[in-house]
C-alpha cells in the first residue's frame, strides 16, 4: 500500500504563486507515473498535469498556459506543481496520483487553493 500525502496549498492573492508537494510513503515514482487533479466547487474533477516513470512531462487543457509545471524529486519520493499567475479560478482542492497507463490507483486526500482576487 501507498500513502500520498499533499501539502503547500493555502490562501494567496491573484498573480501570486504556489509550490505544491506531493510525498508518498515509498519509492514509487521512478516505477508509477504520478500526476495531478483538480477540483473546483460544484465542477468535476479536472486532470492538470502528468509525470511519467521515464521523465516525461505532460500537460492538461488550455488553462495551463505554462503557469503550471510538474517535477519529481526521486530521493525524497515527491512529486511538485508550479503554479504561477495564479487566477481565482484557480480555486480548487488540488490531488495528486499515482498509476500506469492511466489507472490511477493511489490518491492524496487533497491540498486546498484558495485565489483571492
Known amino acids: 500500500q501507498v500513502q500520498l500525502e499533499e501539502s503547500g496549498g493555502g490562501l494567496v492573492q491573484a498573480g501570486g504563486s504556489l509550490r505544491l508537494s506531493c510525498a508518498a510513503s515509498?519509492?514509487?515514482?521512478?516505477?508509477?507515473?504520478a500526476g495531478w487533479f483538480r477540483q473546483a466547487p460544484g465542477k468535476q474533477r479536472e486532470w492538470v498535469a502528468e509525470?511519467?516513470?521515464?521523465?516525461?512531462?505532460?500537460y492538461g487543457d488550455d488553462f495551463v498556459k505554462g503557469r503550471f509545471t510538474i517535477s519529481r524529486d526521486n530521493a525524497k519520493n515527491t512529486v511538485y506543481l508550479q503554479i504561477t499567475s495564479l487566477k481565482p479560478e484557480d480555486t480548487a482542492v488540488y490531488y495528486c496520483?499515482?498509476?500506469?497507463?492511466?489507472?490511477?490507483?493511489?490518491w492524496g486526500q487533497g491540498t486546498q487553493v484558495t485565489v483571492s482576487s
Open positions: 496520483a499515482a498509476g500506469l497507463y492511466g489507472n490511477w490507483a493511489y
Open positions: 515509498r519509492n514509487i515514482f521512478s516505477d508509477y507515473n
Open positions: 509525470i511519467f516513470s521515464s521523465g516525461a512531462l505532460r
